[in-house]
């Protein structure tokens, strides 16, 4: 996979830079006590631990109107490497409940070993996920409240720069989850039976792999924020900071986002849906003319 570069949008990004390259990984999993519950944390990475989040919703605007618009747009099923099956990563911001992995497991895996591979899928995935809650859920609010300080046209530079940082930061997590994270998991519990059976060659240390796959996360969501705050200041320098734009304007807004293929499948898959309502057309007439936008 490409080193996926990202940016960031307001003036905190040395800190959060200082912040993600601290304490690099000298073991795998830490278990520690916090207010008497058991907390698990891969790596030494502070964000990387397996505590949930209740009912908090993982948007950052005030009722995620446009984030739900716009993960209708991206990929849930993902095809997990080495094993022929799809797994689906629906569930809050990038997380998956194994439904098809269990059901694809208990085919040649015995039932212990089954859960208890589920069970380790669901705390890597969790502890993965929180890079987003952790720490870039943090930083992006903290960008939306600072960013009318810098142009006239907030919402313009925010959500923009914003989505494509979801887009991207969804696309690592999903890469280094089913190439690298989820078969070096299904790996510990196999037998040389089943590597033979799959045609897999044994690996010997498929902890270590998903230790650099959480690692290689870090170093591709820091790459990714470097990159986007270059693009977003030196746009906004290019602009000027009192540039507008004018939202009745449907032809000036979609030359705005014309090169951003993200915000265009939204766009055309949310016109595709609005046809088909206005002149009632039957929904699986479409499903070919439409199936590349999922």
Sequence with gaps: MEVIEYYSIGTALVILFLIGIVSITTGFLIKKNNNKKIVKQITKIPYFTNEGHGKEKWWVSNKGELEKKGIKSQDFNYKIAFFNYYENFSKDFFNSKYVRTKSYLIKFLDIKSTNKTIAKLKLYTK????????????????????????????????????????????????????????????????????????????????????????????????????????????????????????????????????????????????????????????????????????
């Excluded at 142009?151 to 530079?157: D, E, I, L, Q």
């Excluded at 032809?251 to 014309?258: G, L, M, Q, R, T």
Aim: aromatic share 16%; hydrophobic share 35%; net charge positive.
């Design 127 to 294: 502890c993965l996920e929180n890079i987003w809650w952790k720490k870039y859920r943090i930083f992006m609010k903290e960008s939306l409240e600072e960013i009318p300080t810098l142009t006239s046209s907030p919402a313009y530079f925010f959500y923009k720069y914003y989505f494509m940082f979801l887009q991207e930061l969804r696309k690592t997590l999903a890469f280094y989850l089913t190439n690298h994270i989820i078969p070096n998991t299904i790996f510990l519990e196999l037998k040389t039976i089943h590597f033979e059976k799959f045609g897999i060659r044994k690996v010997s240390d498929p902890k270590k792999n998903i230790a650099f796959a959480f690692m290689q996360v870090v170093k591709e969501s820091e790459t990714l924020i470097d990159r986007l705050s270059k693009q977003f200041f030196d746009e906004l320098e290019n602009k000027g900071k009192d540039w507008s734009i004018d939202y009745k304007n449907n032809h000036e807004i979609k030359n705005v986002f014309k090169e951003n293929d993200y915000i265009k499948k939204i766009y055309l898959k949310q016109k595709s849906k609005t046809n088909k309502k206005k002149y009632n057309v039957k929904q699986n007439v479409n499903n070919n003319q439409t199936k590349d936008l999922n």
